[in-house]
């Protein structure tokens, strides 16, 4: 599901903890920055949709989606959201990294990638 | 003949179909609006950001707007009402033109054409973009988290920049009064004062409320036809300033009818 193209990506993630939750914007802030920073990518927190690599936009909408109380992460073809990335190591360690904010994780994607799903394994 | 009676029963339904649907959503706004259930960390922050877009941002055009319109206005309007004879009217007049009349239809004229238009496009895009369904899926009311801020905003935003408007104009009048008829400080506010009526106060508080209501009201509304084609966002932003333009004529009428029955 896309970002939402006119809040930043701290916003687009800190969304869901505030509106379920009532999470205050500071706290909800500084969770959010906690997870970026699990990424390497806490210099994105500030910027919007259309200024995001694939990459950095693969973990915003991950993140978005592992906000959620015990969520259940559905990814339909990973690899259309980032055509750059050869095998699913990246898909992997962003998974990893968040394993502990989502209840599942669905990965949906045509039998011709099969080749590409080394590390998670079908 | 026939050809002309069917346009004008098909523009007719039309138009009461519109009317009826603004109305509507109206309704769905208002009733949001007193529901404490609608308001989270969320909503506020959007509300606090929406009011420093809508008023703040705005604030210098408007005060130099305000300044220099409202001097040359009171300059004109001063040296109308001597020439007429009627000093003892001058209080009367100017609580009538500034703050029932002119304060609220030149903030709602500035604010539809900025913010009006900004909110109308904005609805659109993120139709466009298919963002309302994202919004949709997390569980995110769209009523509660985009459009009643920005209804909210549009309230607070006209009601404010109206007094402040009127705040500046009456003051620039002093000038004029103290030139032209020789009043002090104190004479002036007196006559200001004394002028001021209850119920023409309550007419233009109801009429910003209204306007400001109205302004985002529709914008949003006509965000919301907007189809999944890119082409299709102009055509709704257009569409909605041509019936915001239609809603702030209309209010207007209803508050003259108001205050002169």
Same mark, same amino acid.
């Given at each position: 599901?896309?970002?939402?193209?006119?809040?930043?990506?701290?916003?687009?993630?800190?969304?869901?903890?505030?509106?379920?939750?009532?999470?205050?914007?500071?706290?909800?802030?500084?969770?959010?920055?906690?997870?970026?920073?699990?990424?390497?990518?806490?210099?994105?927190?500030?910027?919007?949709?259309?200024?995001?690599?694939?990459?950095?936009?693969?973990?915003?909408?991950?993140?978005?989606?592992?906000?959620?109380?015990?969520?259940?992460?559905?990814?339909?073809?990973? @690899?259309?959201?980032?055509?750059?990335?050869?095998?699913?190591?990246?898909?992997?360690?962003?998974?990893?990294?968040?394993?502990?904010? @989502?209840?599942?994780?669905?990965?949906?994607?045509?039998?011709?990638?099969?080749?590409?799903?080394?590390?998670?394994?079908? | 003949?026939?050809?002309?009676?069917?346009?004008?029963?098909?523009? !007719?339904?039309?138009?009461?179909?519109?009317?009826?649907?603004?109305?509507?959503?109206?309704? !769905?706004?208002?009733?949001?609006?007193?529901?404490?259930?609608?308001?989270?960390?969320?909503?506020?922050?959007?509300?606090?950001?929406?009011?420093?877009?809508?008023?703040?941002?705005?604030?210098?055009?408007?005060?130099?707007?305000?300044?220099?319109?409202?001097?040359?206005?009171?300059?004109?309007?001063?040296?109308?009402?001597?020439?007429?004879?009627?000093?003892?009217?001058?209080?009367?007049?100017?609580?009538?033109?500034?703050?029932?009349?002119?304060?609220?239809?030149? !903030?709602?004229?500035?604010?539809?054409?900025?913010?009006?238009?900004?909110?109308?496009?904005?609805?659109?895009?993120?139709?466009?973009?298919?963002?309302?369904? !994202?919004?949709?899926?997390?569980?995110?009311?769209?009523?509660?988290?985009?459009?009643?801020?920005?209804?909210?905003?549009?309230?607070?935003?006209?009601?404010?920049?109206?007094?402040?408007?009127?705040?500046?104009?009456?003051?620039?009048?002093?000038?004029?009064?103290?030139?032209?008829?020789?009043?002090?400080?104190?004479?002036?506010?007196?006559?200001?004062?004394?002028?001021?009526?209850?119920?023409?106060?309550?007419?233009?508080?109801?009429?910003?409320?209204?306007?400001?209501?109205?302004?985002?009201?529709?914008?949003?509304?006509?965000?919301?036809?907007?189809?999944?084609?890119?082409?299709?966002?102009?055509?709704?932003?257009?569409?909605?300033?041509?019936?915001?333009?239609?809603?702030?004529?209309?209010?207007?009428?209803?508050?003259?009818?108001?205050?002169?029955?």
């Amino acid at each position: 599901m896309p970002l939402i193209s006119n809040l930043d990506v701290w916003v687009n993630i800190a969304l869901i903890k505030q509106y379920h939750e009532n999470l205050s914007a500071d706290k909800a802030q500084e969770l959010v920055i906690r997870y970026l920073t699990g990424y390497g990518m806490e210099h994105i927190s500030n910027k919007r949709n259309p200024a995001l690599t694939n990459r950095e936009r693969f973990c915003a909408m991950l993140l978005r989606a592992a906000m959620v109380r015990d969520s259940i992460v559905v990814i339909d073809r990973p @690899f259309t959201i980032i055509p750059d990335v050869q095998d699913d190591r990246f898909i992997y360690d962003s998974l990893k990294a968040v394993d502990d904010s @989502f209840k599942e994780c669905h990965i949906f994607d045509y039998l011709w990638s099969k080749d590409r799903y080394r590390m998670i394994g079908l | 003949m026939i050809n002309a009676i069917v346009r004008i029963g098909t523009t !007719t339904i039309n138009v009461t179909r519109t009317f009826r649907d603004t109305l509507s959503f109206a309704f !769905t706004i208002i009733l949001k609006m007193f529901n404490k259930n609608s308001y989270n960390s969320a909503t506020r922050l959007v509300i606090i950001h929406q009011i420093y877009f809508t008023s703040i941002q705005i604030l210098p055009l408007f005060i130099g707007i305000s300044i220099i319109f409202g001097t040359l206005l009171m300059g004109i309007v001063f040296q109308i009402i001597k020439n007429l004879g009627l000093a003892e009217h001058l209080g009367r007049i100017l609580m009538n033109l500034v703050v029932t009349e002119l304060a609220p239809f030149v !903030t709602v004229l500035l604010i539809a054409l900025r913010s009006s238009s900004a909110i109308n496009a904005e609805i659109a895009v993120m139709k466009v973009n298919k963002e309302l369904n !994202t919004l949709d899926k997390f569980n995110i009311g769209t009523v509660d988290y985009l459009f009643l801020p920005r209804v909210i905003n549009g309230v607070i935003s006209v009601v404010l920049l109206s007094a402040f408007f009127s705040i500046l104009v009456l003051t620039s009048g002093l000038l004029f009064s103290k030139l032209l008829f020789g009043l002090s400080l104190e004479s002036y506010s007196n006559v200001l004062l004394s002028s001021a009526n209850f119920y023409d106060i309550v007419i233009s508080l109801i009429k910003c409320c209204a306007f400001g209501f109205f302004i985002t009201l529709i914008p949003i509304r006509f965000g919301l036809h907007a189809t999944n084609d890119l082409t299709s966002i102009p055509i709704s932003v257009l569409n909605g300033m041509v019936d915001v333009f239609i809603a702030i004529v209309f209010i207007e009428v209803l508050s003259l009818i108001l205050i002169f029955i």
